[in-house]
């Protein structure tokens, strides 16, 4: 696959954040091991820091955590 193809196929760390906590979570019966991402989601959503626009710490910090689900078994389990 060619880079570009590649990079049109990632999502944005908010939307893929959105998509496990809001379509996977509760189909997962709501994991323990997927608690940091959806609040890592929450606060990348919340006021806070939409106000004072500087989310981009938030973005790094649920790409880390979605890093770090993907080194482990999936689906996860507790």
């Known amino acids: 696959m060619a880079p570009a193809d590649r990079e049109r196929q990632r999502l944005d760390p908010g939307a893929g954040g959105d998509l496990i906590t809001y379509e996977g979570w509760s189909a997962l019966a709501r994991p323990q091991t ?19 626009g500087d989310r981009e710490p938030l973005a790094d910090s649920i790409v880390e955590e979605a890093g770090r689900l993907l080194a482990r078994p999936w689906p996860p389990l507790g």
């Not at 997927?34 to 004072?52: E, M, Q, S």
């Open 34 to 52: 997927l608690r940091p991402l959806v609040d890592k989601t929450d606060a990348f959503n919340g006021w806070a820091a939409i106000r004072h």
